[in-house]
């Protein structure tokens, strides 16, 4: 009878190990990072360089710089701050992606991973991380990115979109 009772009790006790380690396991899975948070994990793996503020270009700098937004398509800034601009690619209201520009003069590991790229984009380094982002980079400081928000906005329109940025024109606000 205590036989019985202790395996009953066991049996238990390992469903309840089983239901709880599955739950952790399915709770990793879904904080695994995406592939905008990876590009940010290998930007962030060495500590930012001590920069004087009044180095770093004004984000205010690059927005003449981004595509202009045409057929069909509308530009959104969503943020500007020092260093650093962004906007929103949508069409019908949806937004396909982000574009990005970002000065590397305060994290310079930002510029150093485009040093062993094999790929170039009008004539700069070009990267690809996972599967949602495209960057190059500008005169050896300044980061052009398109992160894709939509699953059919693929690395070839990334492309096509950093190519639509004036590469030339971002290159001479490097002194």
Do not use: H
């Amino acid at each position: 009878m205590l036989r019985k009772v202790s395996l009953a009790i066991g049996g238990i006790v390992l469903i309840g190990l089983l239901a709880v380690g599955g739950c952790q396991l399915t709770q990793l899975q879904a904080s695994a990072p995406s592939d905008s948070a990876k590009w940010e994990q290998v930007e962030a793996q060495t500590p930012a360089a001590t920069v004087d503020k009044k180095a770093v270009i004004n984000g205010g700098e690059f927005n003449k710089f981004f595509p202009t937004a045409a057929d069909g398509y509308e530009r959104v800034y969503t943020q500007e701050k020092n260093g650093f601009a962004e906007a929103k690619l949508k069409q019908d209201g949806a937004t396909l992606a982000m574009l990005s520009v970002s000065d590397t003069a305060s994290n310079p590991n930002a510029a150093l991973k485009y040093q062993n790229s094999d790929r170039t984009l009008a004539g700069y380094p070009l990267l690809e991380v996972g599967s949602t982002t495209t960057g190059l980079l500008v005169a050896d400081r300044l980061q052009v990115k398109v992160l894709s928000r939509d699953p059919d906005f693929t690395p070839t329109e990334r492309e096509a979109w950093l190519e639509q940025f004036d590469l030339a024109g971002l290159a001479t606000l490097v002194k």
